[in-house]
């Protein structure tokens, strides 16, 4: 069957997946979704031909409109403002959240059957607004931000160790914002715990800059935020589903009872396959690791709230997981 990905949004983010996707010919077709038709149409063409010199076969196309992504089996929803310097995630909130309501309600309607996998920021709220205006079953909704946490954390321990580098296994939970939780405990170069090549402080320093890693690119750029890494860590996403691979990376999901929590998405480790979600899996956590976890849920559940205040979620239809 001919694969096909909807990119929604064709700014930094969203071109450079298409461009990642097309580099690695993951699939057969990328749509280009965006409200400039014509910014679509010329990346579109700009990367088709860049796969024709790269010797893949997918075509990137642009959407004439939201019917073009009928048929995707997944779509990426980048559409968003990104942050600028002095702004959190969290400033997004109301923005953003109208932006992606928009487009969850044209994937509805037109990709019915397709595994959604949302960047918008801030990230757990806006896989939320999604599965209130889809109406999906959780295992198709996806949120974009562990494997790029865990993907800085590796980072910057690399930096601190100065070897290691591609060897460095990360792991985060939470929400993706300034409450995620780094967890030294389970991270390892090689095999080889952290624990045993940094010291508490050196340890903390890592954690520190994981946290602050978005905001420190927001600083340097000037202008918009982070996309390589972001975009990389969304293809991740895209080949694992595409190849059935059930490989586990730290996803934010509709919660359904695990770690104790319920229609709230937070970012916990995830096995990828076919079906998007194929399990959460639950760690066996400590005291304190559960207590920064409820902190990261609670900051989720704050901005739910807050949109619940505004009557945002008046007009939705509910969903099968309510
Ligand atoms: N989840 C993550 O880890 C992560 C990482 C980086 C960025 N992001 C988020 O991804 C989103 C996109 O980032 P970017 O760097 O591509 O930003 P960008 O400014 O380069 O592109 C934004 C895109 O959204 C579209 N857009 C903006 N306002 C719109 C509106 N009102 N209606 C329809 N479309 C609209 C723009 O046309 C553009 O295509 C932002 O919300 C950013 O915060 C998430």
Sequence with gaps: MASKVTVIGTGNFGSTVAFILAMRGSCHEVVLHGRNINVAKGKALDMSQAANAAREHTIVRAAEGPEDMAGSQIVVITAGAPRTPGMSRDDLLTMNAQIVKKYALEIKEHAPGSIVIVVSNPLDVMAYVVHKYTGFPRERI??????????????????????????????????????????PKFT??????????????????????????????????????????????????VDAILKDTNQIHSCAVMLQGEYGYNDIVSGVPVMIGANGVQKVIEMTLNDLQKTRFKKSVASVQEMVDSLCKTDFFNDCEGDENA
């Design 142 to 183: 996806l949120g974009m931000a562990g494997i790029l946490d865990s993907a800085r954390m590796a980072h910057f321990i690399y930096e601190k160790l100065g070897y290691g580098a591609g060897q460095i296994r990360a792991t985060i939970m939470g929400g993706h914002g300034d409450t995620m939780v780094p967890l």
């Design 188 to 237: 390892t170069v090689a095999g080889v715990p952290i624990s045993d090549l940094l010291d508490s402080e050196e340890i903390g320093e890592v954690v520190k800059k994981t946290r602050d890693g978005g905001a420190q690119i927001v600083n340097l750029l000037g202008d918009g935020s982070a996309y390589y890494a972001p975009a990389k860590s969304t293809a991740v996403m």
